[in-house]
């Protein structure tokens, strides 16, 4: 009788040797968390740190802009089109597993980055890296979904969305230090001794989960269509700002992007064992979850990509003074992470989510009065207020994404998070690109004539236009002063009109995402992780 009463506890799904209690190291919820953390905060650092490294890659490699621009784009891609299927992968061979070879990859792409001496192999690496972080990254949700029980999981989600945030808003800072005070191969070098401690700790701390009913086959097929489309999507995205949004280049990628999606979905109603089973998206707050994630990634993302243009351009700052104007942004994120855990376990996530975005789109308006005087305590009010608005969010949304899907499903639920976020972003900074350069293409060649400066030729306002998009004033050599100071003040003045309108659209978009929120709750599969592992 007692034994039966033994079964009766275990959850639904999971196989009875997983709910047993961890003992020692191996399976200990909170060093497991310890250990997907460094792994995670290694792609999540290299997300940002990169792009100080770019113009000393540029520099001493001999790249162009397009060279170095792929640094970005390749990682980028990489990534976004193979997070969905490196979480199938874990689910069906193990996270534990998977999560050690993306650890152990990551650290040797990067190593090679920086042992490369052309700029062909630093892209090819780069691309390797996007690879092996998309293995990563939804299997460290899917060992902290499989080890905490229910009650401990939006803690553990706090903590890794803090290091997640902190990672990635610390690597600018961390990047200006390196390159300036070592070399741009640095950057990359640091991951190979990070990546190393990952790899130790996950060799003798992480517990492998399966789920009884986890995948047995590959939807070979559906991966190939959803590849295709998360290509077809993600590309003319990045190019959008060089062909133009309404070319028929962009028009005709996302028609097909669109097209390819459909005929995924077709497919996947036909396959015994599809890579996404549709019935996932039949859960209200899965679809809300993840619609919700491209809207906070997409003002987060596209208005944090303007903010480095306006601190580093317009106000003259180093990297590293850059990175500190935004430690208002990671504090508030560090300390607000763990909170919003509780506080989502405690209230459930509706409440946080929808104040999150309230937040957000606050601090998105607020940052509409930044001016080019504007001092460092308004600027760290708002970038504070942004942190602690997406804090929530971060967790939130990934407890309802991972926590209403099935345990079997933790990894694909995992990848679809960590994707919805790379479209998000990227949609983001494509589209507030798009919104900055039609106002500066609107508004400069009145700006330049008002200030009374001397009309300039076609070709030269095509490049002073490209100049100002990033707060760069188009000062040539040999220009006098008092001339070069009125060019600069018409330069940063015009970029401050697109900037204002760009977060103004940021935080329409926030808003939505709030009202998006309100359909999500808590998830309903939850108790079927580590139901009677102990803390």
Do not use: C
């Not at 997983?18 to 020692?24: F, N």
């Not at 909170?30 to 770019?54: R, Y």
């Not at 400066?453 to 100002?468: F, G, M, T």
């Amino acid at each position: 009788m007692t034994s039966q009463t033994t079964v009766d506890k275990v959850p639904e799904g999971v196989r009875p040797a997983e709910t047993a209690p961890a003992k020692g190291l191996r399976g200990h919820p909170w060093l497991t968390l310890f250990a997907v953390a460094i792994g995670v905060m290694m792609v999540a650092l290299d997300g940002t740190i990169v792009a100080i490294a770019n113009p000393a890659i540029l520099k001493d490699l001999g790249a162009s802009l397009a060279d170095v621009q792929w640094i970005t784009n390749g990682y980028l891609l990489a990534l976004a089109v193979t997070l969905i299927t490196a979480g199938k992968l874990g689910d069906r061979f193990g996270h534990r597993q998977t999560f050690l070879i993306g650890v152990t990859g990551f650290a040797l792409a990067s190593g090679a980055i920086g042992l490369s001496d052309a700029i062909a192999p630093v892209i090819g690496f780069r691309v390797l890296q996007g690879l092996f972080g998309a293995l990563l990254m939804p299997a460290a949700l899917g060992l902290l979904r499989a080890t905490f029980p229910a009650e401990k999981l939006n803690m553990a989600i706090g903590i890794w969305g803090m290091v997640i945030g902190a990672s990635t808003a610390g690597g600018p800072i961390l990047g200006g230090v390196l390159v300036e005070h070592v070399n741009w191969q640095s950057v990359f070098f640091i991951n190979v001794p990070v990546g190393a401690i990952a790899l130790l700790l996950g060799l003798f701390i992480l517990r492998d989960h399966r789920a009884e009913n986890a995948p047995r086959s590959f939807d070979i097929p559906g991966i190939l269509l959803l590849s295709g489309a998360m290509f077809a999507l993600v590309w003319p995205l990045i190019k959008a700002g060089e062909w133009g949004w309404g070319s028929p280049g962009t028009l005709g990628w996302l028609a097909g992007s669109m097209a390819l999606f459909a005929l995924f979905a077709w497919w996947e109603t036909r396959v015994a064992e599809p890579l996404i089973p549709l019935r996932l998206f039949r859960s209200v707050p899965v679809s809300a979850g993840t619609v919700l994630m491209v809207l906070m990634a997409f003002a987060f993302m596209g208005g944090l990509f303007f903010v480095t243009f306006y601190l580093a351009n317009v106000h003259g700052m180093s990297a590293i003074d850059s990175g500190l104007h935004l430690l208002p942004l990671t504090g508030m994120m560090i300390v607000s992470s763990p909170l919003a855990g509780a506080l989502i376990t405690r209230f459930g996530p509706r409440v946080p989510l929808v104040g999150g975005m309230v937040s957000t789109a606050v601090a998105m308006f607020g940052m509409t009065t930044l001016t080019t005087d504007t001092g460092t305590l308004q600027m760290s009010l708002w970038f504070a207020l942004l942190g602690f608005g997406l804090a929530p969010v971060m967790v939130g949304a990934t407890e309802v994404i991972v926590g209403n899907a099935p345990l079997e499903l933790s990894g694909v639920a995992g990848g679809l998070q960590q994707a919805a976020m790379q479209v998000g972003g990227s949609l983001g900074t494509a589209v507030l690109g798009a919104v900055m350069s039609a106002k500066v293409n609107a508004d400069l060649a009145g700006n330049w004539t008002d200030a009374g400066l001397p009309q300039l030729p076609p070709q030269h306002l095509d490049q002073a236009k490209e100049s100002v998009e990033v707060g760069v004033a188009p000062v040539g050599a040999g220009t006098p002063p008092p001339v070069a100071a009125k060019i600069a003040e018409v330069a940063h003045d015009t970029f401050m009109s697109g900037m204002v309108l760009a977060f103004t659209v940021a935080g329409i978009v926030a808003v939505a995402a709030a009202a998006v929120s309100l359909f999500t709750k808590r998830g309903a599969n939850a108790e079927a992780g580590a139901g009677a592992a102990h803390i």
